[in-house]
């Protein structure tokens, strides 16, 4: 499970470290795709293969279509290398804005990886919500 809000930085080859408690869990192989309030998520690539199977599940709504269309053609895998970085794609970068600072939040069976401002704001909203 991920918990916890991390903050890192992307490095001069466009590389970010993640939290060292992620990487584990994480595994080699992830995949990260587009998420809701433009921001990235990043699964273990067995939590993956779950997903892909319960989206086909879904049916031909044309709501679940458009969800699959989104999340699937922005996913990419990746691979974490020996001292747990990744290079995230710059169309997923370009997609989230992520400048550094970059904040890195779990959610139980998913890494999220957020611009500082774009995580302040929404965080400030779920705190007037559930504060």
């Known amino acids: 499970m991920f918990i916890g809000e991390y903050q890192h930085n992307i490095d001069p080859k466009k590389r970010l470290a993640l939290p060292s408690k992620f990487r584990k869990e994480l595994g080699?192989?992830?995949v990260v795709t587009r998420g809701k309030d433009r921001?990235?998520?990043l699964f273990p690539h067995k939590t993956w293969l779950?997903?892909?199977e319960e989206v086909k599940k879904l049916g031909h709504v044309e709501?679940?279509?458009?969800?699959?269309?989104?999340?699937?053609?922005g996913a990419s895998?990746?691979?974490i290398d020996s001292i747990g970085r990744?290079?995230?794609p710059e169309f997923l970068r370009e997609f989230a804005d992520l400048k550094n600072p970059i904040i890195i939040t779990g959610v139980h069976?998913?890494?999220?990886i957020w611009n500082a401002?774009?995580?302040s704001s929404y965080r400030k909203r779920l705190e007037s919500e559930y504060a």
């Open 117 to 119: 401002l774009s995580w």
């Open 77 to 79: 895998e990746i691979e």
């Open 50 to 52: 779950s997903i892909s």
């Open 28 to 30: 080699r192989r992830v």
């Open 39 to 41: 921001c990235l998520q």
């Open 86 to 88: 990744i290079l995230i």
């Open 109 to 112: 069976d998913r890494v999220e």
């Open 63 to 73: 709501s679940d279509q458009r969800y699959a269309r989104f999340t699937f053609s």
